[in-house]
């Protein structure tokens, strides 16, 4: 069971990032699912969704699971995100991104994020994420 | 010697990207130096720089640099980023990122962004960026 | 079904790579599941599996998959390895290392290594792995 | 000044990592440089010295820098290695390490490392690394 519900995460989210677009889908234990809204400003050249809308998305889907777990400490900051791109996304899906956490510590937590377009198998990118934990 | 400059990249930027926020500073061979203009929209709780704004900004210097180098490839595209959160960004200053460029073969190019708070002599951010590089 | 069978990469390993400790256990569509018998020369103070011995069955375990898929490419070489290491390995127990490939281009392969400490569920380190493919 | 010196550093390594080939060279503020004599069992098919030789480089330069800076803490372990390949090394040339730590916090320490094969002036590869640091 989590710590925070979806709607308690989505009030602190409407508070703290008054401009944050992702919704947050569900959370469960370790993990969350989020969506990002595709519209025209995440385009770019070629008609693909632009590299930091997906880093956005997951570092989010990563701080959310994280925050399900421990509660909302919000200074929890991000200190490494390493992502592969690796497929074109499609231009009219919103994406999809799915979270596990794969380690919790006192100090860090660490986990992945698969990236999807909605309704097409195939990943369309992945990225491994690191947030150090404040002492509370 | 580049083979673009600074006015036709900052011209090819509107042009493509019309929400760019980043300014392209200098351009010289293999590399660049960018800034963002940091306000209210780029923090996140705490009063830090939010990371997907570092990541973004990592990103175009190493996209700048590489079209600096082989002209307007408009479809090269980021494979991987990697970025490591070093320091708290101040919320008063714009960050600046330097980006030099390791390799650039016929099909891949690896380089590193550094960003700093302008005037603050410490890295606040460290990143490795892959493009792919369209066949032309 | 694989390009090449288990006894044809294991004979390449021992042509090729005649110091490799690491057995290849199986390989499927797109994956591979390697072990590395852990002896006293793999460990490291404080009694734990050095990280460079899990660097180096992650790469192997990535190797052996993309051959599996494209056959015998000896020239296929490492662009980027990233390794997070979440939790002390037994020092008491071989290490497995369980690949999945993510993306199969013609340029580029990227994908995943979780590597186990034999018996035990949680994940000892996780790592992505992006190869390049020589033409051939 | 190094809290340890090039003399106690390679005692220590001695001690405690009987089969390390790498040689420490040279120790400084937050910096070291480390040399690993290639001989044919770095060595991988087309003749060029194989990823986990370097992965290995990588991660001791980082160790050593890191020691140097805290004093002898043994159970300092990697929790993130990042590493691109950038060309292909010599394969009669040593290679050398090249570490500088960017960030020395309490919890965590992060540096690069710059890989040479000796004499020749493009980096052959590169890595970000993080250190947990044990509470003494």
Redesign the interface.
């Known amino acids: 069971m989590s710590l925070m519900t979806v709607k308690e995460l989505e009030d602190l989210m409407r508070r ?2 008054p ?1 944050n677009q992702i919704i947050l889908e569900s959370i469960s234990s370790r993990s969350s699912r989020v969506r990002i809204p595709v519209n025209h ?1 995440h385009l ?3 008609g ?1 969704v632009s ?2 809308t997906m ?2 998305l997951a ?1 989010m889907a990563m701080y959310l699971a994280l925050l399900g777990e421990i509660g909302p400490e ?2 929890a ?12 996304p499609e231009s009219a899906q919103d994406l999809i991104g799915v979270c596990n956490i ?2 919790l510590g006192k ?2 937590a ?1 986990g ?1 994020v698969k990236i999807f377009s909605e309704g097409i198998e195939e ?1 369309v990118a ?1 990225a ?1 994420c ?1 947030y ?1 934990i404040p002492k509370s």
Chains 1, 2, 3, 4 share one sequence.
């Open positions: 703290e990032f401009q400003s770019r050249p070629g693909t590299g930091p880093m956005s570092d919000l200074l900051v991000t200190t490494n995100l390493n992502i592969h791109f690796i497929r074109k794969f380690k100090k860090l660490v992945e990943m992945h491994t690191t150090s």
